[in-house]
């Protein structure tokens, strides 16, 4: 729970705490959409639950990270320069490091990953049978072994990297949503990656591999802190997000039995049906920006330092693009390009995003090809804001 005594319902708009909302989040998207496409808290925090305005926000350069996440009324979260990732820099710093970590995080590196995801999954799947929790079994341990690898981490460290990720997943909350204690196990996650990564690095630098690290620390012109922020930012966005696409996935799969079926008989359409669960329940459920300027949008007038927050979930079940958004329906980008906005949109469209689909696709098909239904048990969501994910997920395996 939060402080006590912030007025978080005044700064959002609404309580992201109440069980309600952490199990339905668009039940309350679609009463907000009655209050049009951009609106004012009452704490002075603009959000947005239009798939068109949160899509030409994020392509508007007047609209940014500046110096923190929510802006100056909505109790921003400052992050120290030593610790900033691209994620959430301008032009030109964003730029120049995203150029720089593009030339090593390949579309062809990504692409062989694909054979061994599949082995993994297999490996994974082989040793679980009959009633299980999905989390634990599959949706938490396969990313973690594939980024580790691909960061070029020893096997016996992927569980202290299982540890941070959960610890800084929850810290991409703003800090006024997050409690002291969680605080603290973030920060101290991020000082003992830190010194991890680089040991890992000047061991790298020294004898140099395959893998991604070894790519980075080979590019000079990226800084010792670049380096070890670009490492958490792709255990956080490599990590947690693909946990949340492989169980929320799953989850509408089991609640949608026609679809389900449908997945099983076209399991050659796996990435048309991973695009429509992006969209269904997106692991990513906002983004903010900060007004870089002063602006007009939807007749409204936003000053520069104003924060506004993005509700990508509601965004992705927009009436005014998408037909029957509250239906899954796997179908959906057979013919067309999938329209969602589950990794952003932009110059900060995310760069793991190939990755993901491809765990996504991988570990979603085999489930149904194996034969997957609902087990008993209580569905348990993470505290997390922005990353919307179970805590468990119970299920019986054929």
């Keep these: 729970m939060a402080d006590s005594q912030v007025d978080v319902r005044g700064i959002l708009g609404f309580d992201p705490f109440a069980p309600e909302f952490h199990t339905d989040p668009y039940a309350h998207y679609r009463e907000l959409r009655s209050g049009g496409p951009l609106q004012r808290t009452p704490a002075g925090l603009w959000l947005s639950p239009s798939f068109e305005m949160c899509a030409r926000i994020l392509r508007d350069p007047r609209f940014g990270h500046g110096d923190s996440t929510l802006g100056e009324d909505a109790g921003p979260r400052r992050l120290p320069r030593r610790v900033r990732s691209f994620l959430v820099l301008d032009p030109p710093e964003h730029t120049r490091l995203r150029r720089l970590v593009s030339r090593a995080f390949t579309a062809r590196l990504i692409e062989r990953l694909r054979p061994r995801v599949a082995a993994i999954v297999d490996e994974l799947l082989g040793q679980t049978h009959g009633e299980v929790d999905l989390i634990s079994s599959l949706a938490h341990p396969l990313p973690v072994i594939v980024i580790s690898e691909l960061l070029g981490v020893p096997p016996e460290d992927e569980e202290r990297f299982k540890g941070w990720s959960e610890a800084l997943a929850r810290g991409l909350d703003p800090d006024f949503l997050v409690p002291a204690e969680e605080l603290a196990r973030r920060d101290r996650a991020r000082e003992e990656f830190g010194a991890y990564f680089r040991e890992l690095a000047d061991r790298r630098r020294s004898s140099p591999g395959d893998d991604l690290l070894s790519g980075l620390v080979a590019i000079d012109e990226l800084s010792e802190g670049d380096l070890i922020a670009t490492c958490i930012l792709l255990l956080v966005a490599g990590h947690e997000t693909t946990v949340n696409l492989i169980a929320n996935g799953t989850l509408a799969l089991l609640r949608s039995p026609d679809q389900l079926a449908w ?115 209580e569905l348990r969501y993470k505290d997390n804001l922005i990353l919307r994910g179970l805590a468990e997920l119970p299920v019986r395996l054929a």
């Design 263 to 377: 997945f099983r008989g076209n399991l050659d359409s796996a990435t048309a049906a991973v695009e429509e669960l992006l969209r269904y329940d997106p692991p990513v459920q906002l983004s903010a920006r900060v007004a870089l300027e002063d602006a007009e949008l939807a007749g409204q007038s936003i000053r520069k330092g104003e924060g506004v927050m993005l509700l990508l979930g509601a965004a992705n079940r927009d009436p005014d693009v998408f037909t029957d958004p509250e239906r899954l329906d796997l179908t959906r980008w057979v013919t067309e390009a999938p329209r969602h906005l589950a990794f952003g949109q932009g110059i900060h469209f995310c760069l793991g995003a190939p990755l993901a689909r491809i765990e996504g696709q991988v570990a979603l098909s085999a489930l149904v090809r194996r034969g997957i239904s609902p087990a008993p048990g």
